[in-house]
């Protein structure tokens, strides 16, 4: 986990894979919550860590990619699964494999 955070790239699936988990707790949780129990206590929280975290997805993701020369359809995939459900653990897998071959 330590050594994840030592590259541009390792710091970048960090942060995705936390925008992530904060996008899956507040469409999954929090949501259901606000129209079910109608308390929309935890998506105003969970709505400020994702905002936070996503910002910080989108710096490393700039930082990730010019550090690691990544090329634009690389850079737009990882945007787009950062919008989908499932989408930044997907990305993630996509690079560990990568990782794992080179």
């Known amino acids: 986990m330590i ?3 030592r590259t541009d790239v390792g710091r970048f699936r960090m942060v995705s894979l936390l925008e992530g988990l ?5 469409m999954g949780v929090a949501m259901p919550l606000k129209y079910l129990a109608h308390d929309p206590t ?4 969970m ?9 910080l997805f ?4 700039v930082q990730a990619s010019l550090s690691a ?5 690389r850079v737009m995939t990882a945007m787009v699964a950062s919008v989908l459900p499932f989408g930044a ?3 993630e897998h996509q690079l560990r494999k990568e990782e794992a071959q080179a």
């Open 58 to 61: 989108v710096l490393a993701l």
């Open 89 to 91: 653990f997907w990305f």
């Open 69 to 73: 020369s990544w090329k634009f359809p």
């Open 47 to 55: 709505g400020r860590v994702h905002g936070g975290l996503f910002v």
């Open 3 to 5: 050594q994840m955070l």
């Open 22 to 26: 904060s996008f899956l707790l507040l």
């Open 42 to 45: 935890l998506v105003r929280v």
